[in-house]
C-alpha cells in the first residue's frame, strides 16, 4: 500500500544495423500492407494476441499490434511469389521497445533489421536479391522478449510480382466427433484464400478459416483438407478418421423444475435431474455464476431482483438453457454498512510525510477505518502483531486507553473498524498449517483486544503466488493459497455474519488474470500473478467489500483487449468492470472469475498527488463512478453493463487526505450521498 516503484531489466545482445534510404517504390507485392483489411494476408503466432488498432496508427486508419509472451515473440508473417534472381526492397513503419523486419527463403542471405522506438513510429529498410531458383519468400515482423507490445504499418515489399502458385498442402489436420457431429481442424497453409474439406474421397465442404465441423452420421469417415488460391487448389492433406455416433451419449436435456427462493442475502436454486447430465451451469441475469454437480445451488447475488437459469451438461455437450425464474433478495448487505462507503487507511503503527492522526480526529465521512498495520514477526511465521506508533516518531499519538476509546465512538456511530494485515513491508506466507494456526490465534488477539469490526487482507510483493501446475482458480492447491483461505474461513466463522471482510490487492494480482494467471503453461512466467484471484473466488460468500488498488499499476488489458493506464477515469472504469462483469482466466473460458455482487466492490485511489502513483482528480474519479453506476460520462471504454449497486471508494490514505485539506472524503463522500 506504501508507494512502490517496479522496474524490468532486460540485456539484449543485438547487432547493430543501419537504416538504407528509402528507394523510390517500383511496386509494393505485399498482402494487406497496411492492415487496413484486419490481418487477412497475415499469420501471426498463436500467443501474439495480434489484433490491429486504430491508434497509434502511421498511414491510413488500421495498423498491426502483437505482444511478446513467454516464448513467442509475436511474429507475424506472410508469403509471397517473387521472382528467381530479383533484387526486392522491404520497408516498415514500426513502433515498439523493440520491433524486428526481416524476410526468409529468398535463397541467399535472409535479411533481419531491428530499431527501438517506443514512443513513435521509425521506419525499418533492408533489401535482398532472391536465388535462381526461388519463387516465394516470408517477409516477418515482430517483437522481443518480454519487452511489451508493438505496432506496425504500412509493410512495403517493393520489387517484381512473381508467378502464381497453389498455396502449400495443409498441415497439422486433426479430427473428433461425438454423437451427431465431425469437427476438424488445421493449420493455415500460407498463400491459402480458402480450403476444401473432403469425406471418404469426396469433396463435402469448404472453409475459409481453418476448422469445419457437419453431421455426416454415424459411423467412421476418413478427412481430408486441400489448400486453394486463385492460382489453383494444393494437394491433400493427410487424412484422419473421425467416428461419429460410436455409443457416445447425447447431450443431456434440459433440466426441468427450476425453483428459487430468497432469504435474507441469498438464493437458493433446486430443479430436476437431467438424465445423462454429469453437472449442471447456473446462469443469474445472463452470466454462468457456477457450475455444481449436484442439482442444488445456493447464490449470494446482492440485493434486487435475479433472473435464474440452468442448464445440463456432459461429455457430449451443454443442454438448453432451463425456463426463468426470479427471486428479489432484500436482505441487509454482509458487514451491516451503507449503500454507499468510503474506506480509509489509517497510519495507526508508523508516521510518514503526512503526519500521525489521532483516533477521535478521523472524520465522520468515513465508513470504514482500517488499521495500517498488523505485520508478521518473521515472513512465513503466521505471528501477526500490531504495535501502535511509538511516541518517538509520533508526538502526538495519544494513549492506549484514548485510542481504544476512540474505536469505541466511531463504531457507535456507526464505523467499521478493521486491522489491515500486511502493506508493503508485511509479507506473509503461510507455507505450513501451523502458520496458517497462527495467524487465526494471533489476528484473532488483536480483534479480540481492540474490539474491532473485522479483517483486512493487503497482502503485497511475494506473500501469495501460484505453484506450478496450479491452475484451477475453484481448486487451489498451492500451500499459501489454501492456507490463507482456510484461516479466513476459520475467523469469519468464529466471529459470525457481522464480520467484515475486506481486501485491497493491486492490479497485478487480480485484473492481470485476463492475461497472465501464477507460472504459465511453460513455467517461466510471474508467478504471483493474478494470484489474489484464488481467495477472492474461494471468499466470495463471505467478502464484504473488494477494493482494488487502482495505483501503483502498470498497463493492464481490459475486456475490450486494449491496454489501459492508471491516473484517468478510464482505468477505473475498465479494472472495475472486468470484477463485475466477470472473466475467463488467461483467456481459458472453462476457468472463469465470475462476476462480484456489485455492493463487493469499491475502487481503490490515492488520497493526494503524493500519496501514490496513479492519482486521479476528484472530477475523473467522479466520471468513472457516473459511468459504472449510472451509464452516463463514459469515455473510449464502455463497461459490460450499468452497476447502481457500485458499494464506494477507497484510499490511501486518511493522513494522506487530512494532508491535503480533506480534498478526498468531503469531495467524494458529498458526490456518493448524492447517488442515493
Same mark, same amino acid.
Given at each position: 500500500?506504501?508507494?512502490?516503484?517496479?522496474?524490468?531489466?532486460?540485456?539484449?545482445?543485438?547487432?547493430?544495423?543501419?537504416?538504407?534510404? @528509402?528507394?523510390?517504390?517500383?511496386?509494393?507485392?505485399?498482402?494487406?500492407?497496411?492492415?487496413?483489411?484486419?490481418?487477412?494476408?497475415?499469420?501471426?503466432?498463436?500467443?501474439?494476441?495480434?489484433?490491429?488498432?486504430?491508434?497509434? =496508427?502511421?498511414?491510413? @486508419?488500421?495498423?498491426?499490434?502483437?505482444?511478446?509472451?513467454?516464448?513467442?515473440?509475436?511474429?507475424?508473417?506472410?508469403?509471397?511469389?517473387?521472382?528467381?534472381?530479383?533484387?526486392?526492397?522491404?520497408?516498415? &513503419?514500426?513502433?515498439?521497445?523493440? =520491433?524486428?523486419?526481416?524476410?526468409?527463403?529468398?535463397?541467399?542471405?535472409?535479411?533481419?533489421?531491428?530499431?527501438?522506438? #517506443?514512443?513513435?513510429?521509425?521506419?525499418?529498410?533492408?533489401?535482398?536479391?532472391?536465388?535462381?531458383?526461388?519463387?516465394?519468400?516470408?517477409?516477418? =515482423?515482430?517483437? &522481443?522478449?518480454?519487452?511489451?507490445?508493438?505496432?506496425?504499418?504500412?509493410?512495403?515489399?517493393?520489387?517484381?510480382?512473381? $508467378?502464381?502458385?497453389?498455396?502449400?498442402?495443409?498441415?497439422?489436420?486433426?479430427?473428433?466427433?461425438?454423437?451427431?457431429?465431425?469437427?476438424?481442424? &488445421?493449420?493455415? %497453409?500460407?498463400?491459402?484464400?480458402?480450403?476444401?474439406?473432403?469425406?471418404?474421397?469426396?469433396?463435402?465442404?469448404?472453409?475459409?478459416?481453418?476448422?469445419?465441423?457437419?453431421?455426416?452420421?454415424?459411423?467412421?469417415?476418413?478427412?481430408?483438407?486441400?489448400?486453394?488460391?486463385? *492460382?489453383?487448389?494444393?494437394?491433400?492433406?493427410?487424412?484422419?478418421?473421425?467416428?461419429?455416433?460410436?455409443?457416445?451419449?447425447?447431450?443431456?436435456?434440459? #433440466?426441468?423444475?427450476?425453483?428459487?427462493?430468497?432469504?435474507?442475502?441469498?438464493?437458493?436454486? /433446486?430443479?430436476?435431474?437431467?438424465?445423462?447430465?454429469?453437472?449442471?451451469?447456473?446462469?443469474?441475469?445472463?452470466?454462468?455464476?457456477?457450475?455444481?454437480?449436484?442439482?442444488?445451488?445456493?447464490?449470494?447475488?446482492?440485493?434486487?431482483?435475479?433472473?435464474?437459469?440452468? *442448464?445440463?451438461?456432459?461429455?457430449?455437450?451443454?443442454?438448453?438453457?432451463?425456463?426463468?425464474?426470479?427471486?428479489?433478495?432484500?436482505?441487509?448487505?454482509?458487514?451491516?454498512?451503507?449503500?454507499?462507503?468510503?474506506?480509509?487507511?489509517?497510519?495507526?503503527?508508523?508516521?510518514?510525510?503526512?503526519?500521525?492522526?489521532?483516533?477521535?480526529?478521523?472524520?465522520?465521512?468515513?465508513?470504514?477505518?482500517?488499521?495500517?498495520?498488523?505485520?508478521?514477526?518473521?515472513?512465513? %511465521?503466521?505471528?501477526?502483531?500490531?504495535?501502535?506508533? #511509538?511516541?518517538?516518531?509520533? #508526538?502526538?499519538?495519544?494513549?492506549?486507553?484514548? !485510542?481504544?476509546?476512540?474505536?469505541?465512538?466511531?463504531?457507535?456511530?456507526?464505523?467499521?473498524?478493521?486491522?489491515?494485515?500486511?502493506?508493503?513491508?508485511?509479507?506473509?506466507?503461510? *507455507?505450513? @498449517?501451523?502458520?496458517?494456526?497462527? !495467524?487465526?490465534?494471533?489476528?484473532?488477539?488483536?480483534?479480540?483486544?481492540?474490539?474491532?469490526?473485522?479483517?483486512?487482507?493487503?497482502?503485497?510483493?511475494?506473500?501469495?503466488?501460484?505453484?506450478?501446475?496450479?491452475?484451477?482458480?475453484?481448486?487451489?492447491?498451492?500451500?499459501?493459497?489454501?492456507?490463507?483461505?482456510?484461516?479466513?474461513?476459520?475467523?469469519?466463522?468464529?466471529?459470525?455474519?457481522?464480520?467484515?471482510?475486506?481486501?485491497?490487492?493491486?492490479?497485478?494480482?487480480?485484473?492481470?488474470?485476463? $492475461?497472465?494467471?501464477?507460472?504459465?503453461?511453460?513455467?517461466?512466467?510471474?508467478? /504471483?500473478?493474478?494470484?489474489?484471484?484464488?481467495?477472492?473466488?474461494?471468499?466470495?460468500?463471505?467478502?464484504?467489500?473488494?477494493?482494488?488498488?487502482?495505483?501503483?499499476?502498470?498497463?493492464?488489458?481490459?475486456?475490450?483487449?486494449?491496454?489501459?493506464?492508471?491516473?484517468?477515469?478510464?482505468?477505473?472504469?475498465?479494472?472495475?468492470?472486468?470484477?463485475?462483469?466477470?472473466?475467463?482466466?488467461?483467456?481459458?473460458?472453462?476457468?472463469?472469475?465470475?462476476?462480484?455482487?456489485?455492493? $463487493?466492490?469499491?475502487?481503490?485511489?490515492?488520497?493526494?498527488?503524493?500519496?501514490?502513483?496513479?492519482?486521479?482528480?476528484?472530477?475523473?474519479?467522479?466520471?468513472?463512478?457516473?459511468?459504472?453506476?449510472?451509464?452516463?460520462?463514459?469515455?473510449?471504454?464502455?463497461?459490460?453493463?450499468?452497476?447502481?449497486?457500485?458499494?464506494?471508494?477507497?484510499?490511501?490514505?486518511?493522513?494522506?487526505?487530512?494532508?491535503?485539506?480533506?480534498?478526498?472524503?468531503?469531495?467524494?463522500?458529498?458526490?456518493?450521498?448524492?447517488?442515493?
Amino acid at each position: 500500500m506504501y508507494l512502490r516503484k517496479l522496474a524490468v531489466a532486460a540485456v539484449l545482445a543485438l547487432g547493430g544495423t543501419t537504416l538504407a534510404a @528509402t528507394p523510390a517504390h517500383a511496386a509494393n507485392i505485399a498482402t494487406n500492407p497496411g492492415f487496413e483489411n484486419g490481418l487477412s494476408g497475415w499469420t501471426c503466432s498463436a500467443s501474439s494476441g495480434a489484433t490491429t488498432v486504430s491508434s497509434p =496508427v502511421h498511414g491510413g @486508419t488500421r495498423a498491426l499490434q502483437a505482444t511478446p509472451a513467454g516464448n513467442d515473440t509475436a511474429r507475424c508473417r506472410q508469403t509471397v511469389s517473387v521472382r528467381p534472381s530479383s533484387a526486392y526492397t522491404l520497408s516498415a &513503419w514500426v513502433r515498439g521497445g523493440y =520491433v524486428f523486419l526481416g524476410a526468409t527463403g529468398t535463397g541467399g542471405t535472409d535479411p533481419s533489421t531491428w530499431t527501438s522506438s #517506443p514512443s513513435s513510429y521509425a521506419q525499418l529498410s533492408t533489401s535482398f536479391t532472391t536465388g535462381a531458383s526461388t519463387t516465394s519468400v516470408t517477409i516477418h =515482423v515482430n517483437g &522481443w522478449y518480454g519487452q511489451g507490445v508493438y505496432q506496425a504499418d504500412d509493410v512495403v515489399l517493393d520489387g517484381a510480382p512473381g $508467378q502464381g502458385q497453389p498455396p502449400a498442402t495443409p498441415t497439422g489436420l486433426t479430427g473428433t466427433g461425438n454423437a451427431t457431429t465431425a469437427s476438424l481442424s &488445421w493449420t493455415a %497453409s500460407s498463400g491459402a484464400t480458402g480450403y476444401n474439406v473432403y469425406r471418404n474421397g469426396t469433396r463435402v465442404g469448404t472453409a475459409t478459416g481453418t476448422t469445419f465441423s457437419e453431421t455426416p452420421g454415424a459411423g467412421n469417415h476418413s478427412y481430408q483438407v486441400s489448400a486453394t488460391n486463385a *492460382s489453383g487448389e494444393s494437394a491433400r492433406s493427410g487424412a484422419v478418421s473421425v467416428t461419429v455416433g460410436n455409443d457416445q451419449p447425447p447431450p443431456p436435456s434440459v #433440466p426441468s423444475g427450476l425453483a428459487a427462493t430468497a432469504s435474507g442475502t441469498s438464493v437458493s436454486l /433446486r430443479w430436476n435431474a437431467s438424465s445423462g447430465a454429469t453437472g449442471y451451469n447456473v446462469y443469474r441475469n445472463g452470466t454462468r455464476v457456477a457450475t455444481p454437480t449436484a442439482t442444488s445451488y445456493t447464490d449470494t447475488p446482492g440485493a434486487g431482483t435475479h433472473s435464474y437459469q440452468v *442448464s445440463a451438461s456432459n461429455s457430449a455437450g451443454e443442454s438448453a438453457k432451463s425456463g426463468a425464474v426470479s427471486a428479489t433478495v432484500t436482505g441487509t448487505p454482509p458487514g451491516d454498512l451503507p449503500k454507499r462507503v468510503l474506506v480509509g487507511y489509517l497510519h495507526a503503527s508508523f508516521a510518514n510525510g503526512s503526519g500521525y492522526t489521532r483516533m477521535a480526529d478521523v472524520p465522520n465521512e468515513w465508513n470504514v477505518i482500517n488499521l495500517s498495520f498488523g505485520e508478521p514477526t518473521s515472513v512465513t %511465521s503466521g505471528d501477526i502483531r500490531f504495535t501502535r506508533c #511509538p511516541v518517538a516518531e509520533c #508526538p502526538n499519538v495519544e494513549s492506549e486507553a484514548e !485510542f481504544i476509546a476512540g474505536i469505541r465512538a466511531k463504531q457507535a456511530l456507526g464505523k467499521k473498524v478493521l486491522i489491515s494485515i500486511g502493506g508493503q513491508n508485511g509479507q506473509v506466507q503461510l *507455507s505450513t @498449517t501451523a502458520a496458517r494456526d497462527k !495467524f487465526v490465534q494471533s489476528v484473532g488477539a488483536i480483534i479480540d483486544k481492540y474490539g474491532l469490526d473485522g479483517l483486512d487482507i493487503d497482502f503485497e510483493g511475494h506473500s501469495l503466488y501460484l505453484d506450478n501446475g496450479d491452475t484451477n482458480l475453484s481448486a487451489p492447491t498451492t500451500p499459501v493459497i489454501v492456507n490463507l483461505i482456510s484461516a479466513l474461513k476459520t475467523l469469519k466463522a468464529r466471529y459470525g455474519a457481522r464480520f467484515v471482510l475486506t481486501m485491497a490487492p493491486e492490479t497485478f494480482f487480480v485484473q492481470l488474470g485476463y $492475461q497472465f494467471y501464477g507460472p504459465g503453461p511453460n513455467g517461466s512466467a510471474d508467478r /504471483r500473478a493474478a494470484s489474489y484471484l484464488p481467495v477472492i473466488h474461494a471468499m466470495r460468500d463471505d467478502l464484504t467489500l473488494l477494493h482494488v488498488q487502482d495505483y501503483n499499476s502498470g498497463p493492464i488489458m481490459g475486456l475490450d483487449d486494449q491496454y489501459h493506464t492508471m491516473g484517468g477515469h478510464d482505468f477505473h472504469v475498465a479494472m472495475t468492470d472486468m470484477l463485475l462483469a466477470g472473466f475467463p482466466v488467461a483467456g481459458n473460458p472453462n476457468n472463469v472469475f465470475p462476476a462480484l455482487r456489485q455492493d $463487493q466492490v469499491a475502487i481503490g485511489l490515492p488520497a493526494a498527488p503524493f500519496a501514490g502513483n496513479g492519482f486521479t482528480t476528484v472530477a475523473e474519479v467522479q466520471k468513472a463512478f457516473d459511468c459504472l453506476a449510472k451509464g452516463t460520462n463514459c469515455g473510449s471504454y464502455r463497461p459490460r453493463g450499468v452497476y447502481p449497486n457500485l458499494r464506494g471508494l477507497m484510499t490511501w490514505s486518511i493522513n494522506w487526505d487530512r494532508y491535503n485539506a480533506f480534498e478526498f472524503s468531503r469531495s467524494h463522500r458529498a458526490y456518493l450521498d448524492g447517488l442515493g
